[in-house]
Each structure stands twice: as structure tokens, then as C-alpha cells.
């Protein structure tokens, strides 16, 4: 069985500035102080969680906010952004995506002969590079971290008839 979380004993400061923070207008603010209030009165995790309906998670995060950062930082809302991104495309998958993408996609049996970062998620599921079927967000990142600057492709008509600008002229003007 898991030992029941609570807060440790609040000052009277703490405790004030817990009870203040019931009266902000900001949700994020008020569920952290009624979720670090309630555990200080002596009440376990799930019955936070059901009173305030929110997850079991959500209230020992309070509480180990609280617990790290004491009461006015855990009160401030932080960035939800993950602390470590674990590329799926790792710097040795990358370099062979570099290369893959030096090939024509031809080579590899498609029906194009322009590269985009969609068609190469695609090529590199089907050659190994990658486990799954990255996002072509992935894609790109990776090729940005090699230094690697990707534009889309742009469609040109070019002739070798040397009139060609003249030509083409007339027919747009």
C-alpha cells in the first residue's frame, strides 16, 4: 500500500498567503492553495482530487511544488513544456536522412522526383531510419539541427529554346 502524501506543517505566513491566494481569479492559483490547504487539514490525495475534480496527479504536484519551491513560486504558473525532448530522430538517424535525401526519391520508388518533408518521413519509415512514422515537424527539426536549411520545393518551367523569355513574355503580358 502507498504511504498517504500530505504537505508539511505550514507557518502562519505560509498558511495566510495560501488562504489569500482563495481569492484570485486565476483557476490555476485557486486549486493549488485549496489542494495544498486541504492536505495541511490532514486529507489524503483522493479525496482532493474528487472534492476539487480534478486528477490524483494534479494534487501531488501541488504538494510537491509547495514542497520544492515553498508558497509564493509554487503559486506561479510554469511553462508545460517538457524539460527533456527526446528526439526520435537521433543525431546518427539524422545523418542518414541527410544522405537518403541526396538520393532521388525515384530511387526509392515513388512517383515524384521532389523531395518533401512528408514523402522523407515516409522514405525513412520504409528504409529503417526510423522505428515509426515520424511527423514531418521531426523531419524538419532534424535537418535543422545538422544545419540543414529546408525550403519548400518550387515548381519552374524552364525550355532550351532560346526565345524562350520572349516567348513567355508575350504569353503572360
Not at 4 to 31: K, N, W
Not at 69 to 95: F, N, Q, T, W, Y
Not at 127 to 145: F, H, N, P, Q
Amino acid at each position: 500500500m502507498e504511504v498517504p502524501l500530505y504537505v508539511r506543517p505550514l507557518t502562519d505566513g505560509e498558511r495566510g498567503h495560501l488562504e489569500a491566494g482563495l481569492r484570485s481569479g486565476d483557476a490555476f492559483v485557486l486549486r493549488r492553495c485549496q489542494a495544498v490547504l486541504a492536505s495541511a487539514r490532514g486529507e489524503q490525495v483522493p479525496r482532493i482530487a474528487a472534492v476539487l475534480g480534478c486528477d490524483q496527479q494534479t494534487i501531488r504536484n501541488a504538494i510537491h511544488a509547495f514542497e520544492r519551491m515553498g508558497p509564493s513560486a509554487c503559486l506561479a504558473r510554469r511553462s508545460r513544456r517538457p524539460h527533456r525532448i527526446h528526439a526520435k530522430l537521433d543525431v546518427a538517424g539524422a545523418e542518414r536522412l541527410r544522405a537518403l535525401l541526396h538520393h532521388s526519391p525515384r530511387a526509392f520508388g515513388k512517383e515524384t522526383s521532389v523531395w518533401t518533408l512528408d514523402l522523407a518521413a515516409d522514405v525513412a519509415v520504409e528504409e529503417g531510419i526510423t522505428a515509426e512514422r515520424v511527423s514531418d515537424e521531426t523531419v524538419r527539426m532534424a535537418l535543422k539541427r545538422l544545419g540543414v536549411a529546408w525550403k519548400r520545393a518550387k515548381h519552374r518551367i524552364a525550355s532550351p529554346d532560346p526565345a524562350y523569355a520572349r516567348k513567355k513574355g508575350r504569353a503572360t503580358a
